[in-house]
């Protein structure tokens, strides 16, 4: 899922989601309302067709459905309805469907179709659940060769002699594999020799500083060890519950989370960065390591991460308050939820016995 920002009318999708490709027209099927004489002025603007109804051989940038679901080729609707639709898009085309009430047949194709499309997030407010759906083609379908340069990094760390082995990587991997719906690859940096780690692994990196225990993560920030544009880190405690795709976009230089209970300072458990913009900070630790794997100042990688980010540093609770969360024995895990980080030393294991936890491992190990 991925969000939508501001609001849902056509001009809010337009101005934040649609992509100018000149790569197909604006389509209306159904009856003409409010939304699709905005499609058809925003098609004017940007130079592209307006077309009504699908009976057409070009292609399709953006579709709005003024029909509920069930009625769109006057009658109940086909897997391959959509299909037709998908099949007439370009790369990063949007299908907005004014009107969706989890209609088996769309829920079935969203499914099957999980490696090339994604959906904005429908939303409650005030009890009433929003009844249109956005669907957006990606055009790329997961697969372990991508372009090593254009995809994504999903990276975690496994450091020797600590509460993590091997079986961790991959449940985390297994995990974010089925909630990742964009090209990415997931990277383990470990000084385990020869790991035997599953095929949802893509690439190991020795980890190269001998530093103890978290502080290892700092080598997260190597000069030049990823060749992309966003990294996402997770930590090997952390549960994936949700789609994830959306937290791998951002312009922010760097996004991390708030710490339990104590929302003036950073966890380290969930990061996401554009390497270009981080640069040399694990030169300058590894240069003043001694000072500050010893200073009271930082008791642990986290505050060291934090200080030298700290001009950057942007919370995915304050974007999201949903996105990731600390898990609260007090409170519900609400079905939104993406990720939920664990206070302590063992992660979400400490809890092997409840119930979400029991379901999770079970569901990922290997």
Partial sequence: MFEIKVGTSIDNIIEYHYIDNNDGGFCIVGDIDSNAKRLKYHAARLNTSFIKGMEHEGNCSFIYVNKPSKDITNGDITNGDITHMIDKMPSGGIVYLKQFNNEKVIV???????????????KTINGI???HLLIKYNGIAQHPKLDMVTAFRVVCVLKSGGRYDISHVNMLANAVRENVHFPYFFICLTDFEDPQFNNNVDDVVPLIGGFEGDW?????????LFSTTRILYLDLGVMVLNNITDLMFSDYPFIGIRDFNQYTTMSSAVMSWNPYTML?????????????INSKLFPSDQEVIYALTANHVKYYQDLDSLSVVWFDDKKAILDETKIVCFQGSSGFEQLENYPLVKNYIKRYST
């Fill in 280 to 292: 040399n900070i694990y030169d300058y630790f590894a240069q003043h390591s001694e000072y500050f």
């Fill in 129 to 131: 659940k929003e009844e």
């Fill in 108 to 122: 079935d194709f969203l499914t099957e179709n999980h490696k090339t499309i994604y959906c904005a997030q429908q």
């Fill in 216 to 224: 290892s993560k700092l080598e997260l920030f190597r000069s030049k």
